[in-house]
């Protein structure tokens, strides 16, 4: 008897397999054009408050600067997932263009963002800061009407309005300045901060997002907006209210 050959099916091999398209970059329509445009200098303005800018030239601002931005961005960092799991719950399977990929996107980021608190504990531990402290701590009102919003608004916006204020405002800003931080911010050894793995850890992750994370999430918004209704106002609203409202935080944080 000649041997029974066992062949491995290839996951391209196998034509009934279900798997949504991916969030691939496509041409902006005009109005999300034209949104962009209006809030490029919110974006900026939020990308680049006086502690980021001046960490990144090398300048290191005094530490307790950064440790009040930890302290009371921390509730913003362990909240982040739930605000995730608000705009999953939006989603489905067939009954608007583009749900299953918006989903399996948010899916895919939920666990991305599994350990990001965790992280976010190890670097305030690294400069000085007592987690139990800290999560005792009532953030600045600032921070709360941010978290606020945030909430809110991927609660009961639509799809586009929570991804827009959240994913692509917050996170994608994230994304810019810990690139140009994240090497910077080692010379706070010198004041005596650990630095190590662990400790800079949630710099280093945020510091390797590159350009696709806030294009997928721009993906989303186009997919889910209703362009022939008020929503692409609403959306842009939304992105612009997070964007201040961070950079708002931040400049609170760094106040003497």
């Given amino acids: 008897m000649s041997p029974v050959s066992r062949e491995v099916a290839r996951p ?3 034509p009934h397999r279900y798997v949504p398209p991916d969030l691939t970059p496509t041409a902006h329509p005009r109005w999300l054009e034209s949104m962009l445009e209006s809030l490029r200098e919110d974006w900026n303005t939020a990308c680049w408050p006086p502690l980021f800018r001046a960490t990144a030239d090398g300048q290191r601002p005094p530490l307790r600067h950064w ?26 399977y067939g009954q608007r263009p583009g749900d299953a990929s918006a989903r399996r996107w948010l899916l895919q980021n939920l666990g991305v963002e599994a350990k ?4 976010f504990i190890d670097w305030m531990r690294g400069i000085g800061l007592a987690p139990d402290e800290v999560f005792r701590q009532r953030p600045l009102p600032e921070v709360r009407a941010l978290h606020e919003h945030l909430l809110d608004t991927c609660a009961r916006g639509t799809l586009a309005e929570g991804v827009a204020a959240s994913n692509w405002a917050v996170e994608g800003i994230t994304g810019v300045w810990t690139r140009e931080v994240v090497e910077p911010f080692r010379a706070y050894a010198e004041e005596g901060a ?4 662990y400790s800079m850890m949630w710099l280093k992750v945020h510091a390797r997002y ?20 008020g929503e692409p106002f609403r959306v842009q609203a939304a992105a612009r209210k997070s964007l201040r409202m961070y950079a708002a935080a931040l400049h609170a944080c760094c106040k003497d």
């Fill in 12 to 14: 391209e091999a196998a």
């Fill in 67 to 92: 440790r009040r931005v930890l302290a009371h961005f921390f509730p913003i960092v362990e909240a982040f997932p739930k605000y995730m799991g608000l705009s999953l719950a939006k989603t489905t």
């Fill in 116 to 119: 990001h608190a965790e992280w």
């Fill in 194 to 197: 650990r630095i190590d793995a």
């Fill in 210 to 229: 590159d350009d696709q994370h806030p294009e997928e999430a721009l993906e989303i918004i186009k997919l889910s907006t209703d362009a022939s209704s």
